[in-house]
């Protein structure tokens, strides 16, 4: 029998430990080199990331071709060039260049799907101003037969101005009213078919208008966000050739009424709290006038300067003043010192200023509405018009005055009520007065600039609807160069 050979198992350990360890520190040296360059693989990479992901115009939502991204404040923005505007992350064209009836700042519907399958990878998205989408609302009709010659009827059925007064305004041939509902129109006083009124959808029409008031291309009103728990005001700006709208100014700045506006400046009043004049451009605001007692009513700012109707309630009687702020020296003056009041609803250009003075009111049933324009380098003052009827609602562009008048109708008292009141017009240049509307019912709360006035009208049985002037159809304008351009 074959005898089994011994082992030494103890030597044979020891030989196999060395071998394993061996193998190990192989094994080890390896991982380590490629945990080494994994590790550095794996830096540059999260390098890289972070580099992309600090960088917003790296996001996947940002597609500004054929523009370029940039960034601002940390945020993505499109660089778009001639015949493209940015909306949110991307250049979208613009047909012809006209954006009528393109929603500026919002999204498309195909943009939408593509944004919200890579929402997560957006970059965080800017605060951007509600959408303005311009739709066409009505004619202006120059054919209705309750129109005399001149006239030109601008509200509709259902879409009238709303119940305050001059909840609507003119500059060049566009014209901006604010409905009961407080939609927002502008209507072209010159065009006809479909160029005549559009409706203005503002924040998709969450949002409400009051008081506006229109220089050149620039629309300023005072607005409140439909819905809202709160009633939170705000200073609304709209550029309707560019349907871009912003909100500058919030509830602290903007509790009531009046506001207007002339280039770059806007102003309206607040009661106790003074006259607020904003500077759109720097957007500073400063305050005129603030009093516990004394309040501040009806301004209007034309070039540089601003009128206001000041007054005292507490205690009674009745104290009226008329104030004239500079906005180049920043003082302010009292127009009517040393005359008898009381004095309201004040006008002015930069050569003279206008108001009413012995105003009728509950607390004055019996005043006369004196209708008074003031030289604003001489201070002489001048009784327009000196009718012994009333007079109220004056407002002045360059040579010209326009208010409503009760020659031809009257006044009740104690209810304030009045019938027949009429548009008239003098002319400083000239020295004529002008029946300006005929109509047995009223017409009241004119405005003017340039070749139009604007008014009130309830002879279709409703108090809010706007009618137009054109001045151009008076005898006396036909060679006026205000009306040059239409003959051209």
């Excluded at 520190?25 to 590790?39: G, N």
């Excluded at 404040?73 to 047909?95: H, M, T, W």
């Excluded at 006259?275 to 034309?302: D, H, K």
Aim: glycine share 4%.
């Amino acid at each position: 029998m074959r005898r089994r050979e011994e082992v030494n198992y103890p030597k044979a350990r020891a030989f196999a430990g060395v071998g394993l360890l061996a193998i190990l520190w192989l094994v080890l040296l390896a991982a380590c080199q490629t945990d080494a360059q994994t590790s550095e693989d794996s830096d540059a990479d999260r390098s890289e990331h972070l580099e992309a992901q600090n960088d917003p115009c790296q996001g996947a939502a940002v597609n500004c071709s054929p523009g370029q991204c940039r960034v601002v404040d940390g945020k993505a923005q499109c660089d778009c060039p001639q015949g493209y505007f940015a909306e949110r992350y991307s250049c979208r064209r613009s047909e012809d260049g006209d954006l009528d009836d393109e929603r500026l700042d919002e999204p498309g519907a195909d943009e939408e799907d593509r944004i919200s399958d890579q929402e997560d990878n957006a970059p965080e998205e800017e605060e951007t101003p509600p959408a303005v989408v311009k739709t066409f609302s009505h004619l202006v009709s120059r054919d209705d037969p309750l129109l005399q010659q001149g006239e030109v009827r601008v509200t509709a059925p259902g879409k009238v101005a709303d119940a305050p007064p001059y909840s609507y305004d003119v500059y060049g041939d566009n014209l901006v009213y604010c409905s009961e509902s407080g939609d927002l129109y502008i209507c072209n006083l010159e065009k006809n078919g479909d160029e005549g009124c559009y409706f203005y959808d503002i924040a998709r029409s969450r949002t409400d208008c009051f008081f506006p008031s229109i220089y050149k291309s620039t629309v300023s009103a005072l607005s409140f966000i439909k819905d809202s728990a709160n009633d939170t005001a705000s200073l609304l700006l709209l550029n309707f050739p560019e349907l871009r709208v912003t909100f500058p100014l919030i509830e602290k700045h903007l509790n009531y009424y009046n506001i207007d506006n002339w280039d770059n400046i806007v102003v309206w009043d607040n009661d106790a709290l003074g006259i607020q004049i904003f500077n759109t451009i720097t957007n500073e605001i400063y305050v005129v006038e603030r009093s516990q007692y004394w309040f501040n009513a009806f301004p209007r700012v034309y070039k540089q300067y601003v009128i206001w109707q000041f007054h005292y309630t507490n205690p009674p009687p009745l104290l009226n003043y008329i104030l004239l702020h500079d906005l180049t020296t920043r003082d302010t003056i009292d127009l009517t010192e040393g005359d008898e009041g009381p004095y309201c609803y004040p006008a002015t250009t930069d050569k003279r200023a206008v108001w009413i003075k012995d105003c009728v009111a509950y607390d004055n049933p019996n005043g006369k509405g004196i209708l008074i324009a003031q030289d604003l380098t001489s201070s002489e003052r001048t009784v327009i018009d000196p009718n012994d009827a009333e007079k109220t609602d004056p407002d002045i562009d360059e040579d010209r005055v326009v208010w409503a008048d009760l020659r031809n109708g009257s006044r009740k008292i104690p209810q304030m009520t009045i019938s027949n009141a009429d548009i008239y017009l003098y002319d400083f240049t000239k020295n004529v007065t002008i029946q300006l509307t005929i109509d047995p019912s009223n017409q009241f709360w004119p405005r003017i600039r340039g070749r139009w006035a604007i008014f009130q009208d309830d002879r279709w049985g409703n108090d809010f609807e706007v009618t137009a002037f054109d001045l151009c159809t008076l005898d006396i304008y036909k060679d006026d160069p205000m009306c040059a351009a239409e003959k051209k």
